[in-house]
């Protein structure tokens, strides 16, 4: 009986010892597998790199004064980055845009990103009269019976946009606004269906009266 019970006993810490060393053994591989936490923007080197690539075109504080150029001030940093990287990898096609992006890393694009959206964006102003009846129509409703969505169903109705989702437009410089949506409809622009479904059942008119009221809008 002495014998049975030194043999169950030894068995018994056998096993303990190798639970336990399987358990030490799956604790370093659990803590690889685990997700690397998301650095931080430096924003410091993003201030830096927006003034040496960015603020020529889009100013020193994200608010373009030039209306081909849009206002990055405000924007959801995900959205830039999104541009940024699509700009260099050709998926969204801009000679000039290409060129800038190219020499950023993915951390500058971050870091630039998370700045500028840092910065206060200045409102705009809708000047067509005649069109800002028709483009708030539009933005605040769509077309049903041609089946254009409602633009504020994704911008917002402030047109602040949806984080990670859907960028900010209030206060966008119409031109600008007028080519990306042109941009879209004619298939020359095509990193987003949703917005090539959209723009393609437009015409001139609804166009630039949909721009016009987002420029106002805020």
């Not at 358990?23 to 650095?39: C, E, G, L, W």
């Not at 269906?193 to 959209?198: P, R």
Request: net charge positive; glycine share 6%.
């Amino acid at each position: 009986m002495k014998l049975i019970a030194h043999l169950l006993f030894a068995a018994v810490a056998a096993a303990s010892s190798s639970f336990a060393f399987a358990a030490d053994a799956a604790a370093p591989a659990a803590h690889a597998a685990a997700p690397a936490a998301k650095v931080k923007p430096d924003l410091t080197k993003g201030e830096a790199t927006y003034a040496a690539v960015c603020a020529a075109c889009h100013g020193a504080d994200g608010n373009s004064g030039t209306p081909a150029y849009p206002k990055l001030a405000q924007q959801h940093p995900e959205y830039l980055v999104k541009q940024l990287q699509e700009f260099k990898s050709d998926k969204r096609a801009s000679p000039i845009m290409k060129g800038f992006a190219s020499v950023l890393s993915d951390e500058d694009m971050r870091n630039v990103a998370y700045w500028v959206a840092a910065k206060k964006a200045k409102p705009g102003t809708a000047t067509e009269k005649s069109l800002v009846l028709l483009g708030e129509k539009i933005y605040r409703g769509g077309i049903a019976d041609r089946q254009i969505a409602a633009c504020a169903g994704c911008h917002s109705p402030n047109g602040a946009g949806i984080p990670s989702q859907f960028p900010r437009v209030s206060g966008q410089h119409a031109d600008y606004a007028v080519a990306q949506l042109t941009a879209f409809r004619d298939g020359v622009r095509k990193n987003s269906v949703q917005m090539s479904q959209v723009a393609a059942k437009l015409n001139d008119r609804e166009i630039k009266a949909v721009a016009d009221y987002i420029a106002g809008l805020r």
